[in-house]
């Protein structure tokens, strides 16, 4: 349950300090670091608009995707402090739930019958489906590196006894810090600030909803951003150390990610859409060379 | 007492030939549930009990037949009677626009056909004799074949059933080669005399045979051409029950004869799983080019069937280097995915024949917006979509997690080959399911979803009750082997306890708990959707909800033929593998001096590139030089006279030579 916790205050101030640290980067002063949260609460307070040509689908997308990204919360954990579910091959069925999610988000877009979200829907089930991989490599990586099987017992046992294995760790949370910002839908892959709906990616695919299924979406987006720099954080924070500095080093490194994201967001341009596929790819192809490196280090060559 | 129900029920089935038209339908209904009494019974004694054997009271000259049922059997026969009883309950809504227009005879040759698949199909799970087996097996192609044609009034329905027929009797003929082959050399035409000759010699080449024959049936590529022909071709029930159940009894046989080999494991793995990989890949790619709806299903069958497969090699794998846990778990979860599919595929297949019951056609360019008449169709098929790509709560992920997690345990000893077994098959499966989800995406939204992509539009309505009824029964199958996947993991070790006679002892406990996890998580998953659906709907009864036009980003005159259409989502992905498959567009572009440019139409064509390959291009070859043999046929007596001739001076000549 302590990661629960921490996944929630890390949830209260990381999209806050990515649009800040923007907002300093182009010169101007910015909002406050909660102005994304008051961004929520206010859209709470509104009605909805619903499109004629929407149906029940419509209705239920969003809060399925709000509850997968809940529930899929409950599965990670914080190194040797095991999250609410842990059983052998957990890691599965977290990325699977993520996937119903974006099923039920995706068809939500086609069924405002708009080109422009169609098209979204259609890069979100394309680039998800390319990430995938890279994911589950990841893990399998970890599992042999580590002899377990599950989220809790992977990062419990993620000693880097030597120096070589400090190579798995930079890589582990180059992929993860890269599946974040493909699954989050962030630079370089897609721009959530863009003016032009054509190059959106996640964004155009909600421009129908409105109010409280607005105000879930962007909630579970918050949400899912910080599970994945929670998992790129169980690879690097020492685990011979106390456990108040490690949550202190964890907070910190929140704060440190979401600065990360801000400053490539203010310098990095985004791909071209027809680049993305390679991108994405070259990323699944780190973690084929992190089991190669895995494979190495244990002998089994 | 049983048997005499199920001899009766395949004896009373020439009736329907003679009970007026509007009976027939009836009696057939009658005899499927007489085939389910009997067989059902049987099936839940053995899984309960262990095997027994049912004497049939026929012979054939290597003696007495019987049938043999062990937990095996039981589970097809079970799976079998499920998806058949549903076939023939949907038939009864789908076949009733049929009954004016087609003629007495043919609805009764169809319901014939439709009793003896299912009791061919049963036969084929339970009889041990080789001459038996291969008759019922050939019962099943040929009846399977006229069901197939039931619209043979259309040329193209017709040539697809007897390019159906003719690949299947190729089959036939290398599963029948197989049991002589074995037959040879221990002088017994029958299961157990193939287990004979694998306990003595090299298992892979007979092995391998045994594979492409039975592989055929179950349609991996390359053997797969046949399928993406016969399903959309065939009514839907029977698409419905030939992509459910009768590709799966291909897999039964892959299952016997894994179940009897005895050495060559790794090689005999590495093949099965190579091609599980590839039908896996290449069938859901062929299946996201597809526009015509049933089309995109068949392609997922051979999908399917690769992830089976995918659970078999993985399997033998498992056995070949000693891993027990890798072995169960592979076939466990290629066991379960059978079960699975069949209930997920006979599902959509039978929603889609919603679709084409209610708009006439299948093609997704024309559908569209579908959910709004069609709530319950466009919710089961919804469920269906879930489910085949693997998405909890539904029941694909369960046999999904099985092979995973053998493969997760194998992992932390693996060996470096077996580690690349072990990536190839976790990217396999999550290219699939990640495929999938891209598939089902656009079929369900291109389908049930947006506005109807044609000018006018007819108004639909939802079928009669009796077409939804067997999506009913279906879906509550799936639930349940998604809400208690405990269960049915312990199912499958069972079984697989008896086929292989390996105990499972040291890692079910783990596995079984595993399984509850992912049951409770489905129930919590529920739990919460209700949950925040519900306040979702208590926040918007103080707030202000209105309905408007779908936001056009400005453009306010948006209609229908702005919406994204199956080819254009496929684009993106299509881009990606156009080395694999053989797309092409036909259009006229503009001309320089077309001041008024009459109407114009862009149509794309995607041609499946491994059948072209493999198959076509042999085809073509013989269609050149055959014909040149026409030489000999001169016409004339005196020539033909002289053939037995030159024949026997030939075969003289090699006597002489000692060739023969």
Not at chain 1, 127 to 150: K, N, R
Not at chain 2, 339 to 362: I, Q
Not at chain 2, 434 to 453: D, E, P, Q, S, V
Request: one cysteine or more; hydrophobic letters at 55%; glycine letters at 8%.
């Amino acid at each position: 349950m302590l990661s629960l916790g921490l996944i929630l205050i890390a949830c209260i101030y990381f999209p806050g300090i990515i649009v800040k640290v923007k907002a300093i980067f182009s010169g101007r002063k910015g909002p406050g670091i909660l102005q994304p949260w008051l961004d929520i609460f206010r859209l709470l307070k509104k009605g909805s608009v619903y499109s004629t040509s929407s149906s029940f689908i419509f209705q239920i997308g969003a809060p399925i995707y709000f509850s997968t990204v809940v529930i899929a919360a409950l599965f990670v954990p914080f190194e040797e402090n095991a999250a609410l579910f842990s059983f052998t091959g957990d890691f599965v069925l977290f990325a699977y739930l993520l996937g119903l999610g974006r099923f039920l988000i995706i068809l939500s877009a086609l069924d405002v019958s708009s080109g422009f979200e169609g098209m979204g829907a259609n890069r979100e089930a394309f680039y998800s489906m390319l990430i995938e991989p890279a994911f589950f490599i990841l893990l399998g990586a970890l599992a042999m590196f580590t002899g377990y099987t599950s989220f809790h017992d992977i990062f419990a046992n993620l000693h880097y006894d030597n120096y070589f294995s400090i190579i798995i760790a930079v890589l582990a949370g180059y992929i993860l810090a890269n599946i974040t910002l493909v699954e989050t839908s962030r630079l370089p892959v897609d721009d959530p600030l863009t003016h032009l709906e054509l190059t959106m990616v996640h964004e155009v695919m909600v421009l129908d909803h409105s109010g409280f299924d607005l105000a879930i979406i962007k909630t579970a987006n918050n949400i899912k951003f910080v599970l994945f720099s929670t998992l790129s954080a169980n690879c690097f924070i020492p685990q011979s150390m106390d456990l108040s500095v490690r949550i202190g080093i964890f907070l910190v490194l929140q704060v440190v990610f979401a600065t990360g994201i801000g400053w490539l967001e203010s310098f990095r341009a985004r791909n071209k859409m027809a680049m993305n596929a390679q991108y994405i790819l070259s990323v699944s192809a780190i973690a084929v060379i992190l089991i190669f490196v895995v494979i190495i280090i244990k002998n089994r060559i | 007492m049983f048997i005499i129900l199920f001899k009766s029920a395949l004896l009373i089935s020439f009736g329907i030939f003679i009970v007026p038209k509007q009976w027939k339908y009836t009696l057939a209904l009658l005899l499927n549930i007489l085939l389910v009494i009997s067989t059902g019974n049987w099936a839940v004694d053995v899984l309960m009990n262990g095997t027994r054997t049912i004497a049939l009271d026929i012979s054939t000259w290597s003696g007495p037949v019987q049938l043999e049922i062990d937990q095996l059997s039981a589970y097809f026969i079970l799976i079998i009677d499920m998806i058949c009883f549903c076939g023939i309950l949907y038939a009864g809504g789908y076949l009733r626009p049929y009954l004016p227009k087609k003629r007495s005879v043919f609805i009764s040759l169809h319901l014939f056909s439709y009793v003896w698949l299912h009791g061919a199909m049963l036969l084929v799970t339970s009889l041990r004799d080789g001459i038996a087996f291969l008759l019922a097996w050939e019962l099943m192609s040929l009846f399977s074949f006229v069901l197939v044609i039931f619209e043979a009034q259309k040329e193209s329905t017709l040539k697809t059933g007897i390019n159906y027929l003719l690949q299947m009797h190729l089959g036939f003929a290398l599963i029948m080669i197989g049991f002589l082959i074995a037959a040879n050399q221990t002088s017994e035409l029958s299961f157990a005399g193939v287990a004979k000759y694998f306990e003595r010699l090299d298992n892979a080449p007979l092995f391998l045979l045994f594979f492409a024959g039975f592989g055929i049936k179950a349609g991996f590529i390359p053997l797969h051409s046949w399928l993406p022909r016969a399903h959309p071709a065939a009514p839907s029930h029977v698409s419905g029950v030939m992509s459910g159940v009768m590709i799966k009894m291909g897999i039964y046989g892959i299952f016997r004869m894994v179940s009897l080999i005895q050495n060559d494991l790794m090689i005999i793995g590495i093949v099965v799983l190579a091609i599980g990989v590839i039908s896996g890949l290449m069938g859901v790619i062929m299946a996201i080019m597809q526009h015509d709806l049933k089309k995109l299903l068949a392609y997922h069958s051979i999908e399917n069937i690769g992830i089976i497969g995918m659970g078999i090699g993985v399997g033998i794998l498992g056995r070949a280097v000693g891993d027990d846990a890798l072995m169960i778990l592979g076939l466990a979860g290629a066991l379960l995915h059978n079960v699975n599919h069949a209930l997920f595929k006979s599902l959509l297949f039978f929603t889609a024949g919603n679709v084409y019951y209610a708009t006439h056609s299948v093609n997704m360019d024309n559908l569209g917006g579908l959910v709004k008449g069609m709530r319950y169709s466009s919710g089961a098929f919804l469920i269906g979509a879930l489910a085949i790509s693997g998405i909890p709560p539904f029941n694909g992920f369960i046999s999904e997690f099985l092979i995973y997690s053998g493969v997760l345990h194998h992992l932390p000893q693996a060996s470096f080959w077996m580690s690349l077994v072990a990536v190839t098959t976790t990217l396999g499966l999550v290219l699939i399911g990640g495929l999938c989800i891209y598939c089902f995406t656009k079929a369900f939204g291109m389908t049930f979803l947006g506005t109807r992509r044609q000018t006018q539009h007819p108004i639909v309505s939802e079928v009669p009750p009796i077409m939804l009824l067997p999506a009913g029964l279906l879906i509550s199958a799936i639930l349940a082997i998604g809400f208690g996947a405990s269960f049915f993991g312990n199912l499958m070790l069972t079984i697989l306890g008896q086929l292989t006679s390996v105990s499972s002892a040291k890692f079910s406990a783990d596995l079984l708990q595993s399984l509850s996890m992912v049951s409770n998580i489905n129930i919590l998953l529920v739990i919460v959707i209700v949950v925040v659906y519900a306040v979702k709907a208590w926040h918007q009864r103080g707030v202000e909800v209105k309905s408007g036009p779908t936001w056009g980003c400005g453009y306010t005159a948006g209609d229908y033929r702005h919406q994204y259409t199956p080819t254009s989502y496929a684009d993106s992905l299509r881009q990606l593998v156009n080395p694999l498959i053989d797309y092409k567009r036909h259009y006229k572009s503009f001309g320089e001096k077309e001041i008024f440019p009459p109407p114009k139409s862009f149509e794309t064509e995607n041609k499946d590139l491994i059948e072209e390959k493999t198959v076509l291009s042999w085809v073509h070859l013989m269609v050149r030089y055959l014909p040149k043999a026409g030489i000999a046929q001169s016409g004339m007596i005196n020539h033909y006279l002289i053939y037995p001739l030159l024949f026997l001076a030939i075969l003289g000549l090699l006597t002489i030579l000692n060739v023969i």
